[in-house]
């Protein structure tokens, strides 16, 4: 079994900066992927990074590119998302997901655990 436990969330002024952290314990899925999604009320869980442990190589949305960087520390097992430039459309439950395949998905079924998730909200 894998566990990813997330934490940063919060509320912020469009502009602002908030870093999310995931915590990676369990399974050594390491060898594997890490990711963020995010899910705004009413709409469909969207991808936004992933990283790959062994190499570090990184994948980023569009909608995401040049303001959020996700980010790895082995030593803590952990993953970050390093948000900048927040904007009201940024809100919504992130969640954390780790993949047992070393190719960097964006969708949400190439994950196979999930993290319970943190609000950011970011008000105009």
């Known amino acids: 079994q894998v566990q990813l436990v997330e934490s940063g969330g919060g509320l912020v002024q469009a502009g602002g900066s908030l870093r999310l952290s995931c915590v990676v314990s369990g399974r050594t899925v390491r060898h594997y992927v890490t990711g963020w999604f995010r899910q705004a009320p009413g709409k469909e869980r969207e991808f936004v990074a992933t990283?790959?442990?062994?190499?570090?190589?990184?994948k980023h949305a569009d909608s995401v590119k040049g303001r959020f960087t996700i980010t790895k520390d082995n030593a803590k097992a952990t993953v970050y998302l390093q948000m900048n430039n927040l904007k009201p459309e940024d809100t919504a439950v992130y969640y954390c997901?780790?993949?047992?395949?070393?190719?960097?998905?964006?969708?949400?079924?190439?994950?196979?655990?999930w993290g319970q998730g943190t609000q950011v909200t970011v008000s105009s």
């Open positions: 997901a780790a993949g047992l395949q070393s190719s960097l998905a964006d969708i949400a079924r190439g994950y196979n655990y």
């Open positions: 990283v790959r442990w062994n190499d570090g190589n990184t």
